[in-house]
């Protein structure tokens, strides 16, 4: 069955993690298109001022943490009360930190990185699917992954495993959501400059605007791509990421830079 997308203007579409960085630039990018669009953060002040650049109703705003299930539930059955089911559900939330394994201290960060990376998602997804089916086989749900879930980097095991984990998650809900045709669309960004790269001391290749990338984003949702690794030459290093033989990855990465351990 061939799907054509929802005009921009007359979109609904529903957006994790939007008070910074690349929610934030994906809210402003789908507002100033005309849609309906909702918006959930844990820091809700942020969200109140994102609102207050469009026009009263066009954007909703939601207090939730991806990690509380019923959070979520709830939120998601507001929306559809007020505004419908949505188009697009973009699952953007996302931490990432330095961990070693030998600190015990980093066992909770890796708890928290896994709960808000893989299970923010499921939980983020999972309120709408019924929906969505009910719908008339229609609706897109896309998952922000990253090029970090290629290939296992050093003192980043948590964001690595859960990014992996995330892409491999959202090729087996793509599978699953083929019978009901929707669609399911799988971003792994490389460096976007966000909050989240800020802390980074060391070189970030490709380093891609954050507006930049939420139009690439924007485009990439638009084409119901399965799988798009933004920006481009990112997908060539990560097509050559996957074929290069183990013991050389030891060797390159032997002496890399580590991502800092900080508080999330």
Known sequence: MTHTSTPAASQRVFITGASSGIGLALAR???KQGAIVGVTARRLALLDDLAHEFPSGQCHIYQADVRDAQAMQATAQTFIAKAGVPDIVIANAG????????????????????????????????????????ANKHGQLVGIASVAGIRGLPGAGAYSASKSAAITYLESLRTEMQHFGIAVTTI???????????????????????????????AAIAKRQRFVIIPWQMGWIARILRIIPRWLWDRLTRNAPHKPRIDI
């Not at 990432?96 to 808000?116: M, N, Q, R, Y």
């Not at 070189?203 to 990338?213: G, S, Y």
């Open 188 to 218: 792994a960004p490389g460096y976007i400059r966000t909050p989240m790269t800020d802390v980074n001391g060391y070189r970030m290749p490709f380093l891609m605007e954050v507006d930049i990338a939420a139009a690439k984003f924007a």
């Open 95 to 134: 931490v990432s930190c330095g961990t070693l394994t030998a600190e015990v201290e980093d066992i909770e960060a890796f708890h928290t990185v896994f709960e808000i990376n893989v299970f923010g998602m499921v939980h983020t997804f999972q309120p709408f699917i019924a929906a969505m089916q009910a």
């Open 29 to 31: 990018h789908y507002l």
